[in-house]
């Protein structure tokens, strides 16, 4: 129901100056910030990443490939070691309140951008307080060896060895490209302000951040790919799905992300709004921290998931918008295991594992989640409450902890949960983007590991998937990890679900990406 609280609100975010409509997005939770290399939650890359920045290359989920970008070609070397890239000329850093770039982008802003996250020398490198989460999990400074300027509109990487994922991790929203003159302004004794004052090439530029409220954006009248259909973008601050959806019916939001289920059953019967669908390249998962007492013991790991009911839990959460998980990745990524099986609900079996681990009456955990619903957790009150409950009947008494994202993220990466309500989105289609980030040894250090699993085979695996091309070979490889996998089962896999977007009707041009990132560049509400 429309509040005039609401609608007070919402006139409030809007400058009275303003003539031209702004297109206003109802978000579900804020950013981190917006030096999004120091981070790598979805809800993050969409605010910076996806508005403010550029990579030197993007991936296009259409035609399944990577296309230029700030980078208009590219070649790579015989041996797979050498990787040249070409810039697009007379690209202009965005200017705003805090910076006005005398100069347009070449190669000493991509050079900075990549020394201050793999070079422990740089000046910068030791500005993130938390370090490069996602270019530590994808062992970056183990793989490229150099980045060196060619000449200010050529650079070259050179790597230690051939991985056959270099180029699609380019895509990315860490691997954003930023400006070396920006920095060289700040020093590093003020890098807080790349975090919360950024500069970027990309079709938006940013105007404020209010925390829990609303970020605002305008059209950067330079950018390279000509000027955004929309001259100012609003992120509404929503983090309640319920009310995402009054405000979209109210029109004071043209496009609504994360709905639940039944509010995409509700716009499919509204005249004025629309529904925006993919299939989604994500997994939602319950982590199990392995480092955790008796969480590292792999009976007990696989007794709470025979425990669980994962189907009711997909017909309550979901409400018939996803498939039931059994993998890191969807079943139609190459190289999905289909004959490992899965783990049925069965509590008796669970009790057996229990007791067989020592544990016949069970133990006392916690379960963390979110306190509001997104896409790869639209109801997570209910969906935590359905494990506590399943897990009470096998004898393992669990305490719910409710816990604002942006801290459950945080908590989360430092490892102090048990058992944790999570997702992860892929970029780019391929496997390892699974695989590296949420199961290798060296993501257990960066954070991103949620279930904290590191086993010396399955990393061999993973890092072996990577150095050859051949996708016969790489699947072999990716069939023995998913198996080692299954069996220590260092998570619940939950749902694939289906990625949804409400727009209003006259909202043209927005399309649901299968992982989870925004392009509003071509978005206009007429």
């Not at 409030?12 to 997005?25: C, E, R, Y």
């Not at 007379?90 to 805090?98: H, K, M, R």
């Not at 990890?481 to 041009?509: C, D, H, M």
Request: aromatic fraction near 12%.
């Amino acid at each position: 129901m429309r509040t005039t609280t609401m609608i007070a609100a919402l006139a409030a975010m809007l400058p009275l100056t303003v003539l031209a409509k702004p297109l206003a997005v109802c978000t579900d939770a804020n950013p981190e910030g917006f030096d999004v290399v120091q981070y790598y939650s979805l809800v993050t890359t969409n605010a910076s990443a996806d508005v403010l920045f550029n990579r030197l290359v993007d991936y296009d989920a259409s035609a399944s490939k990577v296309v230029p970008s700030l980078a208009e070609k590219w070649s790579v070397s015989e041996d797979g070691l050498t990787y040249t890239f070409n810039l697009r000329h007379n690209v202009q850093f965005g200017a705003t309140e805090w910076f006005k770039p005398t100069r347009a982008l070449n190669a000493d802003d991509v050079v900075f951008t990549f020394e201050r996250v793999l070079n422990p020398q740089h000046a910068w490198f030791k500005t993130s307080a938390n370090g490069y989460p996602t270019v530590q999990s994808m062992q970056l400074p183990k793989l490229v060896k150099g980045v060196k300027k060619v000449d200010d509109y050529t650079i070259q990487f050179q790597l230690n060895y051939p991985d056959a994922t270099f180029l699609q991790t380019l895509t990315m929203g860490f691997a954003s490209i930023y400006s070396a003159e920006y920095a060289d302004k700040l020093t590093p004794a003020k890098a807080a302000d790349f975090n919360s004052k950024p500069v970027g090439t990309g079709p938006f530029v940013l105007r404020s951040f209010q925390k829990d409220a609303v970020i605002r954006y305008d059209a950067n009248p330079n950018y390279f790919g000509g000027k955004a259909k929309a001259d100012k973008l609003i992120y509404a601050i929503t983090p309640d799905a319920n009310v995402r959806l009054q405000r979209i019916k109210a029109n004071e939001c043209q496009v609504a992300l994360s709905p639940k289920p039944l509010d995409v059953q509700s716009a499919r019967g509204d005249k004025n709004l629309k529904v925006v669908e993919n299939h989604a390249f994500m997994t939602a998962f319950v982590a199990i921290n392995t480092q955790h007492k008796p969480l590292d013991n792999p009976l007990v790991r696989q007794a709470i998931n025979a425990a669980f009911d994962s189907n009711t839990y997909l017909k309550t959460v979901f409400e018939g918008t996803a498939q039931n998980a059994s993998r890191p990745y969807p079943p139609n990524t190459w190289s999905f295991a289909k004959d490992l099986g899965d783990y049925k609900y069965d509590p008796e079996k669970a009790k057996e594992l229990l007791k067989k681990a020592g544990l016949p009456n069970g133990f006392e955990t916690t379960i963390w989640t979110r306190p509001t619903g997104s896409t790869l957790n639209p109801n997570p009150k209910a969906g935590a409450e359905l494990l506590q409950t399943d897990l009470a009947k096998v004898g393992i008494k669990a305490t719910i902890k409710t816990i604002e994202w942006g801290e459950l993220i945080k908590r989360g990466k430092a490892g102090e949960h048990d058992l944790l309500f999570m997702g992860w989105s892929g970029d780019n289609g391929d496997p390892d983007n699974f695989l590296t980030p949420q199961f290798s040894c060296a993501a257990v250090q960066s954070g991103t590991n949620f279930g904290r699993f590191c086993d010396a085979q399955l990393d061999k695996l993973i890092t072996d998937g990577k150095r050859t091309s051949d996708v016969a070979q790489r699947t072999k490889m990716y069939h023995d990890a998913q198996k080692i996998i299954f069996e220590a089962a260092p998570w619940v896999p939950l749902a694939y679900p289906t990625a949804y977007a409400i727009t209003r009707a006259n909202v043209s041009g927005y399309k649901v990406s299968p992982f989870g990132r925004v392009d509003f560049f071509a978005v206009s509400a007429d």
